[in-house]
Every structure is written in C-alpha cells, then in structure tokens.
C-alpha cells in the first residue's frame, strides 16, 4: 500500500506553516519530527498520559490520538509558544518551578499546557474543578497536590491582576481630569 499525503497549512506558536504530511500521521509526530518542538513527549501514545497535550484552537488534546491533517487551518500552541519575547518563562512555568511541581520533567509539558487551558478561561476553580480538569496527566515523581498549588497560585495571580485593571479602569471612567 502506498502512502498518501496531503498539503496542510496551520499555524504553530503564532507561526503560519505549511507542509506534506502522511495522512496517517499523529500530530505529535508532525510536531516533533517535522518542526522539532519536543516538549512534546511520546509517552503512552494512546491517548492516556496527557505528555504529548498541546492546545488546538484554545482547547487542550492529547496530540498522540490527533490526526496531523486534522490540524489542517487551525492554531496549535505548545510549550515553546509559552515562551517570551526574550525567552523567559510563562507565569505558569514559574509556578511550576517555585511550588516544586517539577521533577524528571516529562510530564510537565503536558501538564502545563492543561494548566494553561484551564487559566485562559480567567475564572476561579474549586480545587475539585481543577483536579477533574488536570485528571488526565500520570506522573511518577512529582506528586499532584503540587501541580495544584501551582495551577492555583497562577489562577490567583492572574484574576487579582485583571481585578486591579478592571479596578483602575473604572476609575478613569471619571472626568479625564481626575485620572
């Protein structure tokens, strides 16, 4: 049987691409071998670990089970779209760091990028929400109540910022002379 391919376009960490891919190749594959973003892991590649998780069009999939051609139009983001301008970490990759929700590491891409859906939504989860929404991830070494603390700790951080905004903006909805 012969392969077939098709041309695809989509765009990965803000960067419009296009290439051929094997209509029977994994997204992670795609990922990985074609544009060398290996924070991407292959771990289970069946769809149960949650290491090769990335967003697509803002919504978290095991990319392992993803068909590379489903990505045809749409926006992926892995973990090196997290990083800034001048390569610094992401606020959830820092929490990551200081609650120790790190060890070996090859989990934590994964995980991450979960963490990151579930912060883009800018609302406030119990701790049962966010161990239900983080419930697809295995790791080994690390421990999850860490991985909360760090989820929790940059959901905190961010509402209380955008509170101070919304805050500091109503306030200028006076007279331009008192702000």
């Known amino acids: 049987m012969s392969k077939q391919y098709k041309l695809i376009h989509l765009t990965v960490n803000g960067k419009e691409r296009e290439v051929m891919v094997d209509v029977r190749a994994s997204l992670t594959d795609l990922l990985r071998n074609d544009f060398r973003l290996t924070s991407v892991k292959k771990g289970c590649e069946v769809g149960e670990c949650g290491a090769c998780n990335v967003l697509i069009n ?38 990551f760091i200081d609650e120790a929700a790190v060890q070996c590491g090859f989990c934590t891409p994964g995980t991450i990028m979960s963490a990151v859906e579930i912060l883009n939504e800018g609302r406030e989860l119990s701790d049962e929400e966010i161990r239900i929404r983080m419930s697809g991830h295995l790791c080994r070494c690390t421990g999850y109540e860490n991985i909360l603390r760090a989820v929790k700790k940059t959901m905190r951080q961010r509402l ?20």
Do not use: H, M
Request: aromatic content about 6%.
């Open 160 to 179: 209380d910022a955008a509170a101070a905004r919304e805050k500091e903006a109503s306030a200028c909805n006076k007279p331009k002379t008192d702000c």
């Open 58 to 95: 803002g919504e978290c999939f095991n990319s392992c089970i993803y068909l590379a051609v489903w990505a045809d139009g749409k926006d992926i983001l892995t973990l090196e779209g997290l990083e800034g301008p001048n390569g610094e970490l992401s606020d959830i990759q820092q929490a």
